[in-house]
């Protein structure tokens, strides 16, 4: 039984049709179609390029697609890198990938709710405090004059000044 590259190379060769009409039509790089008629599913970071791209190539040769992709997923199950289909997710990230997860998990209404309460607490706790009326003056009990401490401090004491002529 030939492979899908063999069967797809043949099939265009048979229409009489070159690379670069089959890429016209198809919309592949040429790069591609040579790799795809000579069985290199190397050239391809993933499975699903080479799915897409045999689909649209047997499609514009006329050839059954359905028994195309049977043959194609066979011959994708034999290779390394291709028998199982890629990881959805990269490796695990550290703490900064988890915490815009969590994020990223956050409804807009839960945020609207939490600033609305802290900004209700804000305003509860700023008119608490203003019904208290103003702190107490610590100067209150002071007398006129000039301040002196209770014990004479060391050095000298500067003379009050006057407006006097």
Not at 1 to 29: C, F, G, N, S, W
Not at 54 to 68: F, G, N, P, S
């Amino acid at each position: 039984m030939p492979t899908v590259a063999e069967q797809l190379r043949h099939a265009r060769e048979a229409q009489h049709l070159d690379v670069y009409q089959v890429a016209e039509v198809t919309k592949i790089k040429t790069d591609h179609i040579r790799a795809l008629e000579s069985g290199d599913f190397n050239a391809f970071t993933a499975p699903v390029y080479i799915r897409g791209f045999v689909r649209t190539y047997a499609r514009c040769l006329k050839l059954d697609e359905a028994q195309i992709m049977a043959h194609l997923d066979a011959e994708l199950a034999q290779t390394d890198k291709f028998s199982e289909p890629p990881p959805l997710t990269g490796p695990h990230g550290g703490v900064l990938d988890w915490l815009m997860l969590q994020l990223s998990r956050v409804t807009w209404q839960t945020v609207v709710l939490i600033v609305a309460c802290l900004l209700v607490s804000v305003l509860v706790f700023a008119w608490s405090r203003s019904r208290r009326g103003p702190p107490p003056d610590p100067l209150k009990n002071l007398g006129p004059g000039l301040y002196q401490p209770a014990a004479k401090p060391a050095g000298e004491i500067l003379p009050l000044h006057t407006n006097a002529p």
